[in-house]
C-alpha cells in the first residue's frame, strides 16, 4: 500500500587495465576512490590517463599524473567530525589556493576537479623539465569524474572519454582534444571516419606540455541506475558501436565482470592500445 522504502543513494565502482594485444609496456594508469555512508551522501572520484610519449615516458607521466590527482582529492574523503585534525599536503595548497576539503556547489566541485587536473599538468611538466634525458616529451590525457550524491561533475584534457549511459542511451560528456574531432567539427570528416583516418593519433592538448592547461569540464545529476564510463582511446577506438559499448556496461550487475567483458571485446577487435576503464554505477532511489 505505501510501497517500498527508499535505500540510500550508494556508489559502486571499479577500475581495470590491460596492456592490450600489441603493446609489451602498459601506459595507461586508473583509479577510483569511493565512501558510502550513512551519514552523509557517497562521494566518488575516478581518472583515466593515458601516457603519451614512449615506453618510459609515458608510464612515468601517466602514474605522476594519477597520483597528484590522488593527492589533491584524498582530502574529499576526510573524516566528518569537524573537530578532527585534517592534514592537507602543502603542494595542494600551494596550488590551489584553498584550504576548503568539502566544497558544497557544483561550481565549487567542478573547481576542485579542475584544480586536481591543473595539479597533474603542473607536476608532469615539472617532471619533463628537471629531468628532461628521462622524460623526453612526457606528457598524457586524462579523463575524470567526481560523484557527490547525485551530482556528478567531470573534466577532461586529450581523447579518454567519458560516457553516462541512462537506459539503453549512451552519452559521450568529454569532448575530444584530438585532429580528427576538430575535423569532425568543421565538417570536413565525418564521425565514424575518426577510426581509421590518418591523423586519428594526434591530439593538441594533453598533460605536461605546457605550464598550464586548459581544461574542459561538463556537469549533470544522476538518476539511480545511471552509469559512468571512463576510458582510455584503447577502449573505444577498438569498439566502434556505441550500442555495443552499452550493452556490455549492462551486461553484468558485477562492474567487474561488466568491465572485464569491455576490456575482452577490445582485445577481441584487435587490442591495438592499452586499455584502461573506470566503471561506475549510482544505486539506491
Known amino acids: 500500500m505505501f510501497g517500498n522504502p527508499p535505500t540510500p543513494l550508494q556508489l559502486a565502482a571499479v577500475a581495470l587495465t590491460h596492456p592490450g594485444l600489441v603493446r609489451?609496456?602498459?601506459?595507461?594508469?586508473?583509479?577510483?576512490?569511493?565512501?558510502?555512508?550513512?551519514?552523509?551522501?557517497?562521494?566518488?572520484?575516478?581518472?583515466v590517463c593515458d601516457g603519451v610519449g614512449g615506453h618510459l615516458a609515458g608510464?612515468?607521466?601517466?602514474?605522476?599524473?594519477?597520483?597528484?590527482?590522488?593527492?589533491?582529492?584524498?582530502?574529499?574523503?576526510?573524516p566528518s567530525d569537524p573537530r578532527a585534525?585534517?592534514?592537507?599536503?602543502?603542494?595542494?595548497?600551494?596550488?590551489?589556493?584553498?584550504?576548503?576539503?568539502?566544497?558544497?556547489?557544483?561550481?565549487?566541485?567542478?573547481?576542485?576537479?579542475?584544480?586536481?587536473?591543473?595539479?597533474?599538468?603542473?607536476?608532469?611538466?615539472?617532471?619533463?623539465?628537471?629531468?628532461?634525458?628521462?622524460?623526453?616529451?612526457?606528457?598524457?590525457?586524462?579523463?575524470a569524474a567526481l560523484v557527490r550524491g547525485r551530482l556528478a561533475v567531470g573534466a577532461n584534457v586529450g581523447d579518454s572519454r567519458t560516457y553516462m549511459l541512462r537506459g539503453d542511451e549512451l552519452t559521450q560528456v568529454s569532448r575530444d582534444h584530438s585532429m580528427v574531432a576538430y575535423l569532425v567539427t568543421l565538417g570536413q570528416i565525418k564521425p565514424e571516419d575518426v577510426y581509421t583516418h590518418p591523423q586519428r593519433n594526434q591530439i593538441y592538448r594533453s598533460l605536461g606540455t605546457h605550464p598550464d592547461v586548459e581544461v574542459d569540464t561538463w556537469r549533470f545529476l544522476l538518476?539511480?541506475?545511471?552509469?559512468?564510463?571512463?576510458?582510455?582511446?584503447?577502449?573505444?577506438?577498438?569498439?566502434?558501436?556505441?550500442?555495443?559499448?552499452?550493452s556490455l556496461m549492462r551486461s553484468s550487475p558485477d562492474l567487474a565482470e561488466a568491465g572485464q567483458r569491455l576490456i575482452d571485446a577490445a582485445n577481441r577487435y584487435g587490442g591495438e592500445d592499452n586499455i584502461g576503464i573506470v566503471l561506475a554505477r549510482l544505486e539506491g532511489n
Open 59 to 78: 608510464e612515468a607521466a601517466s602514474h605522476l599524473a594519477v597520483e597528484a590527482m590522488r593527492a589533491s582529492l584524498n582530502v574529499l574523503f576526510a
Open 24 to 47: 609489451k609496456s602498459n601506459e595507461d594508469r586508473v583509479f577510483e576512490m569511493v565512501t558510502n555512508s550513512s551519514e552523509r551522501e557517497p562521494i566518488g572520484v575516478f581518472a
Open 85 to 143: 585534525t585534517l592534514l592537507l599536503p602543502e603542494t595542494v595548497v600551494m596550488q590551489t589556493g584553498t584550504s576548503d576539503p568539502q566544497p558544497s556547489s557544483g561550481t565549487q566541485i567542478t573547481q576542485k576537479l579542475v584544480e586536481a587536473v591543473q595539479f597533474a599538468n603542473s607536476v608532469v611538466h615539472n617532471y619533463s623539465r628537471q629531468k628532461p634525458a628521462e622524460a623526453g616529451n612526457a606528457s598524457a590525457t586524462v579523463t
Open 223 to 246: 538518476e539511480p541506475g545511471d552509469m559512468l564510463l571512463l576510458c582510455s582511446d584503447g577502449l573505444w577506438e577498438m569498439i566502434h558501436d556505441p550500442g555495443e559499448i552499452a
